[in-house]
Nanobody
Framework: QVRLVESGGGLVQSGGSLRLSCAAS????????MGWYRQAPGKERELVAHITSGGRTNYGDSVKDRFTISRDNAKNTVYLQVNTLKPEDTAVYYCHYATSFNDYWGQGTQVTVSS
């Protein structure tokens, strides 16, 4: 059974930082691409970043140079370091994993940035 559990969200002031974590189980973590998405109220879910099994990364335009995705295969965990936060980064952040047949999502972790 695939399980993705996010943690690390919270309320921060503009300019602050957080580190989000996603612990995965039930998958061959080390060989799979993992991703972070976010969804703000009234908006569609959007890609934040993803990281391949080989460590290649890709970022959404709005977070480049501020966010960093990384992974620890020994811990089956993917991280998202979010820096220089802005009020428009306020959203629920979701961990994502996909196969050829299914998409899997965590329950999400709320990030709220106050101005």
């Amino acid at each position: 059974q695939v399980r993705l559990v996010e943690s690390g969200g919270g309320l921060v002031q503009s300019g602050g930082s957080l580190r989000l974590s996603c612990a995965a189980s039930g998958i061959l973590f080390s060989v799979n691409t993992m991703g972070w998405y976010r969804q703000a109220p009234g908006k569609e879910r959007e890609l934040v970043a993803h990281i391949t099994s080989g460590g290649r990364t890709n970022y959404g335009d709005s977070v480049k140079d501020r966010f960093t995705i990384s992974r620890d295969n020994a811990k089956n965990t993917v991280y998202l370091q979010v820096n220089t936060l802005k009020p428009e980064d306020t959203a629920v952040y979701y961990c994502h994993y996909a196969t050829s047949f299914n998409d899997y999502w965590g329950q999400g972790t709320q990030v709220t940035v106050s101005s």
